[in-house]
């Protein structure tokens, strides 16, 4: 079966403009996440999807930072203006099932400068 | 705090010998799941092996099995045989009912030849 879809793979911008990432999720998972991962830290959960209603997003930077997925399928994450503490990778994973974990898609590494 | 704690931020391995990664976790529940996460340069998260919190028998994948200790909160990672595509980061993860997952800080495992 085809993996989670992520891109852009990088993506370099200056503080306080916005960017997009985008995620592609294993086909019928019903479960979506997207995680921020910073450099020497483990993956940290921003916003947590079923089909297309948001579980948790206790952690999600609400003022700069949004996600939606639309019919619940794709979903598109969304920071602005960015900061320079925002530089990590973003993770987007996807599950049908709670006990078979996690597929996770390759990331999206943004650094601001 | 729900924390999954990886005490060893590096370890080191020879080729072909046996090297066990260290995790313990906090959490009120009596059911959940854990897992270990393998993430190599390419940054995406590998499901290298899970355990269901009610299961008293270890899991075993191959050369990778888990010594889990209910009662003290720890499971710890066990490569056998270990080869040089082993190098990589190795997350542990804790998930509940809410199908949120905790990660550790993760291990740097170096495979030596």
């Known amino acids: 079966e085809a993996g989670v879809a992520q891109s852009p793979r990088y993506k370099i911008i200056e503080k306080r403009q916005s960017v997009a990432f985008w995620c592609n999720p294993i086909s019928g998972h019903a479960t979506l996440y997207w995680y921020q991962q910073i450099l020497g830290q483990g993956p940290k959960l921003l916003i947590q999807?079923?089909?297309?209603?948001?579980?948790?997003d206790s952690q999600l930077p609400k003022d700069r930072f949004s996600a939606e997925r639309l019919k619940g399928v794709d979903s598109t994450l969304k920071i602005q203006p960015a900061k320079l503490e925002d530089s990590a990778v973003y993770l987007c994973a996807s599950s049908s099932s709670l006990n078979y974990g996690y597929t996770f898609g390759s990331g999206t590494r943004l650094t601001v400068v | 705090a729900q924390t999954v704690t990886q005490s060893q931020p590096e370890m080191s391995v020879q080729e072909a010998e046996t090297v066990t990664l260290s995790c313990t976790y906090d959490?009120?529940?009596?059911?959940?799941?854990l897992f270990w996460y393998k993430q190599p340069p390419s940054r995406q998260m590998i499901l290298v092996i899970r355990q269901e919190a009610y299961k008293q028998q270890n899991a075993t994948e191959n050369r990778f099995s888990v010594n889990f200790q209910k009662a003290a909160k720890s499971f710890s990672l066990k490569i056998s045989d270990s080869q040089l595509g082993d190098a990589a980061m190795y997350f542990c993860a804790r998930a509940s009912g809410t199908y949120k997952y905790i990660f550790g800080t993760g291990t740097r495992l170096k495979v030596l030849a």
């Open positions: 999807f079923q089909n297309n209603g948001v579980v948790d």
């Open positions: 959490t009120s529940e009596s059911d959940y799941y």
